[in-house]
């Protein structure tokens, strides 16, 4: 599977998995696990590196979630924030994570990132 496709999935996923856990709780861990899944695949994993990135992930998920729900933040300051959240969850990523697989977490962040940016993340184009 090509990174941008991994990367598309990712993105999808973390959209669709805020959304689908209130809707319904089976289906947004049935997203968790494949995006669980598929970062274990990526940054070749452990079992147990993989179980410690999803628990890290999922921490910073509600804080991540009200910061781009609080209308009352403009939209730098909402980047502003979300990119201390960046750097708290580096931080314990890098207690779990090899410096190479830092690396890769932080360019398949960076190329999600760009493709949300870009309108990437709302469509599938096959590539």
């Known amino acids: 599977m ?5 990367l598309f999935f990712l993105a999808v996923a973390l959209t669709v998995g805020f959304y689908a856990q209130a809707q319904n709780p089976q289906h947004g861990e049935r997203m968790r696990e494949m995006m669980k899944q598929r970062l274990k695949d990526s940054l070749q994993l452990s079992d147990a590196q993989s179980d410690s ?3 890290i992930l999922q921490e910073f998920q509600p804080q991540q979630r009200d910061i781009m729900r609080d209308q009352g ?3 730098e300051d909402k980047m502003a924030k979300l990119g201390e959240l960046r750097t708290a969850r580096k931080a314990k990523l890098k207690a779990v994570l090899s410096d190479e697989q830092i690396e ?3 360019a398949m962040e ?3 990132r760009e493709q ?3 309108g990437g993340g709302r469509r599938f184009n096959g590539n």
């Open 116 to 118: 949300m940016r870009q």
């Open 53 to 55: 990135v999803a628990v």
């Open 2 to 6: 090509s990174m941008k496709k991994i």
């Open 104 to 106: 890769k977490y932080e």
């Open 110 to 112: 960076e190329r999600m």
């Open 73 to 75: 933040l403009s939209r």
